[in-house]
């Protein structure tokens, strides 16, 4: 269901139905297979590391090694509301549709969550080494830092996208 391509492109990785994460080579040829022990969502993105992580329907994160290892997996964050983002380095940023952004060391240690009392629906955006930035879909946003403190927050009305001095209505 999920599909994206390795740091030099080389390889493809992929989600199945059948629970499972896929290697294939950019020519077509099976690498490996790994069991993830869960049903799998679309959200699949590879680390700085190499590192491939799945998103699994139970709000479970699975961190692969490229060789198709589990290396962690940690269990109950909450459904996710995108796919994770990656500080430069190495730092997992993980937004739930319930309002909680966890940030996850990469050896899958969470080191905390904050919550924003408002649900999210699109994938964390790193901004810089520092901040983080989540969206809902009620035209709230919110930087988060690297703490896990609430920077600031802002509501935009959610009928109508800002481009420089312009007001265009959607």
Request: aromatic share 10%.
């Amino acid at each position: 269901t999920g599909i994206c391509r390795g740091r030099e492109g080389k390889v493809v990785y992929f989600l199945c139905e059948d629970r499972s994460m896929y290697a294939v080579s950019a020519g077509g040829t099976p690498l490996w297979k790994s069991r993830l022990g869960g049903r799998v969502t679309s959200y699949i993105k590879v680390g700085p590391d190499g590192t491939i992580y799945a998103v699994l329907l139970d709000g479970s994160l699975v961190a692969v090694n490229p060789r198709g290892r589990i290396i962690w997996k940690i269990r109950d964050l909450g459904t996710a509301a995108g796919t994770p983002a990656f500080s430069p380095g190495g730092v997992i940023y993980y937004a739930t549709t319930g309002g909680t952004v966890h940030s996850i060391s990469h050896t899958g240690r969470e080191r905390w969550s904050a919550e924003v009392h408002s649900p999210l629906s699109r994938s964390p955006k790193i901004l810089s080494r520092y901040l983080i930035l989540i969206t809902g879909d009620e035209g709230n946003a919110w930087v988060v830092d690297s703490q896990g403190d609430v920077r600031w927050k802002h509501t935009f009305d959610p009928g109508f996208v800002t481009v420089g001095h312009f007001r265009i209505p959607m």
